[in-house]
C-alpha cells in the first residue's frame, strides 16, 4: 500500500463530490477519505454561483418535469433545504424568494391550468395567479415601457415564502467544513491535483494526479464533463458521448424582478427555457438566461480541454445519426441558430431582448448587458445505444469499486440524494455501514401520501 491510501477517494471538488465528502464523514463508519481537486478551491466551475442559476429545481415550476420526476426531485431539494435550516444557514447559504412560471397567450394558459391542478397535490403551498394577481406581486412581467398593460392573455403558478435559491459554492463548502469537525476520521483534501490516470490492480484503484499518486478501495468521480472522459479511458461508458452545452447569461442594472420567473418549456427542446432569478452574489440584480450553445471543450472560461471534447465525444455514425435527427426537427434547428447568434456581438443583445421581453414587456436595451464569465458548460449525455440525447443526469456504477457521475441540472439541487445513493453502493461493496436512521432523521423530509400523488 501506499502512504496515501484511502477506503474512498473521491475525484471532484464541486458540489456533488462535497456532499458525497460529508455524508460519507457523517453517516457511514468509513473513516479513511480523500478527495481531489484539480483546482486550488472547491466548486470553481459549475457550482459556482457565477456558472449557474443559483436555483432550487424542486420541480414546480419546472415545466418540462413530470410529475413522477417532479416527486423525485422534490425528494432531494428538501434534503438541501433542510440540512441549510438544520445548521441556520438561512441567508448566508439558501434564500427565500418568491418563484412562479408564466403562460404567455392561450395555449400557454390553458397549459398552465391543467399543470397546476396536476401538481398541486404534489406541492399543497401552490399558488395561481391571475393577470390582476401577477400585476401586483410580479408587475414587471405584466406592465410594457409606457405603464400599460400587455394585450396577451396571461397567468401563473408558483409560490411566495419558500426557499428557492442557494449559493452553491458556499454550500459546497460548508460540506467541507462539517466533514473538517469529525474527530477521529481521516478526512483530507489535496487541491491543485489533476487526475490524469486511474488504473485497477487487483482490487485496488491506482490514481495518478498532477502532484501525488493516491491508492484507495473505492473511487468516485465527480469531474463533471470529465467524468466521462476518465470513464472512457477506463473502458466504461463506451455506449455514451459527450455534448457539451454552454449557457450564458444577460445581467440587468438594477432589481426587475422580485423573485423567480420562468417560462414555459418546450417539450421538444432539451434545454432550460429562458428565466429571470435574482443574483444573490449581485446585489439581487436580476439575470436574464441561460442561453444554449454547444463548445467544443469541456471547461468553460478554462485554458485547453479541446482534445478532452474530441475524445469524450466518440463521434461515429451513430452520433451523426443523433445529430441529424435533433436538427431536422425545425424547432429545435432554429433554437440553436438562434442561441449562437446569442453568442455574436453587436447583434445578441438586440436578439436576446426579443426573447427575454416574454418575460419582461418594458425591457430595453439600456437595461441589460451581456454578463462576461457568467455561465458554464453542462455535460449532456449522447445515448449511442438507444440513438438520442438523454436528459439530465447520467450515472456509470460499473459494480467494481469506482463510480462515474455527470450532473448537469438538477445535479446541484440532487447533490445529496446522488451522494445517499453512492454511499450505500459503497458501503455494500466495502462492508461498511451506512447510518439509514441519523440519515433520515436529519435530512428527509417526511412527505405526506395522497390517494392521487406519484
Do not use: W
Amino acid at each position: 500500500m501506499t502512504q496515501n491510501h484511502y477506503n474512498v477517494i473521491i475525484v471532484g471538488g464541486g458540489v456533488s463530490g462535497a456532499a458525497l465528502f460529508y455524508e460519507l464523514g457523517r453517516y457511514t463508519n468509513i473513516n479513511n477519505i480523500c478527495l481531489l481537486e484539480k483546482y486550488g478551491s472547491l466548486a470553481s466551475l459549475n457550482s459556482n454561483g457565477s456558472a449557474n442559476s443559483q436555483t432550487i429545481h424542486c420541480g414546480d415550476i419546472e415545466t418540462n418535469y413530470t410529475l413522477e420526476k417532479a416527486a423525485k426531485v422534490k425528494r432531494t431539494a428538501k434534503m438541501v433545504e433542510k440540512y441549510c435550516l438544520q445548521h441556520s444557514y438561512e441567508n448566508k447559504v439558501i434564500f427565500s424568494h418568491q418563484k412562479l412560471a408564466l403562460g404567455v397567450g392561450y395555449e400557454e394558459v390553458d397549459y398552465i391550468k391543467n399543470r397546476y391542478k396536476e401538481f398541486k397535490s404534489l406541492y399543497p403551498y401552490l399558488e395561481f395567479y391571475t393577470k390582476e394577481q401577477l400585476a401586483e406581486i410580479e408587475p414587471a412581467v405584466i406592465f410594457d415601457k409606457d405603464g400599460k398593460e400587455r394585450p396577451e392573455d396571461i397567468v401563473g403558478m408558483g409560490a411566495q415564502g419558500e426557499y428557492t435559491t442557494v449559493d452553491f459554492k458556499a454550500l459546497s463548502d460548508t460540506f467541507i467544513d462539517n466533514t473538517l469537525k469529525i474527530e477521529d476520521k481521516v478526512t483530507d483534501i489535496f487541491f491543485n491535483n489533476e487526475v490524469k490516470h486511474i488504473q485497477k490492480i487487483g482490487s485496488t484503484y491506482h490514481i495518478q494526479t498532477t502532484m501525488s499518486q493516491f491508492t484507495a478501495d473505492f473511487v468516485v468521480v465527480d469531474a463533471g464533463a470529465h467524468s466521462l472522459y476518465l470513464a472512457h479511458r477506463m473502458g466504461h461508458g463506451l455506449d455514451y458521448g459527450c455534448l457539451p452545452m454552454a449557457g450564458s447569461f444577460y445581467m440587468a442594472n438594477r432589481k426587475i424582478l422580485n423573485g423567480k420567473v420562468y417560462m414555459v418549456q418546450n417539450p421538444k427542446l432539451p434545454f432550460a427555457a429562458l428565466h429571470g432569478d435574482p443574483d444573490i452574489l449581485v446585489n439581487g440584480f436580476t439575470r436574464f438566461g441561460p442561453t444554449a450553445l454547444m463548445l467544443p471543450k469541456l471547461e468553460r472560461f478554462k485554458p485547453g480541454t479541446y482534445i478532452d471534447f474530441v475524445k469524450t465525444l466518440r463521434l461515429d455514425f451513430t452520433v451523426i445519426k443523433i445529430f441529424y435527427d435533433l436538427f431536422k426537427d425545425s424547432d429545435i434547428r432554429n433554437y440553436v441558430l438562434k442561441n449562437f447568434m446569442f453568442e455574436v456581438p453587436f447583434i445578441n443583445k438586440k436578439l436576446f431582448l426579443q426573447d427575454a421581453r416574454k418575460i419582461v414587456p418594458s425591457l430595453s436595451d439600456e437595461d441589460i448587458s451581456y454578463a462576461k464569465g457568467f455561465g458554464g458548460v453542462r455535460p449532456q449525455i449522447l445515448d449511442k445505444k438507444n440513438q438520442k440525447l438523454m436528459l439530465g443526469e447520467a450515472s456509470i456504477n460499473t459494480g467494481e469499486g469506482i463510480i462515474f457521475n455527470m450532473t448537469p441540472s438538477p445535479g446541484a439541487t440532487s447533490c445529496l440524494g446522488n451522494a445517499v445513493r453512492d454511499v450505500e453502493s459503497i458501503c455494500e461493496y466495502l462492508g461498511f455501514t451506512f447510518n439509514e436512521k441519523l440519515f433520515n432523521d436529519e435530512l428527509v423530509e417526511e412527505q405526506p401520501i395522497h390517494g392521487d400523488e406519484v
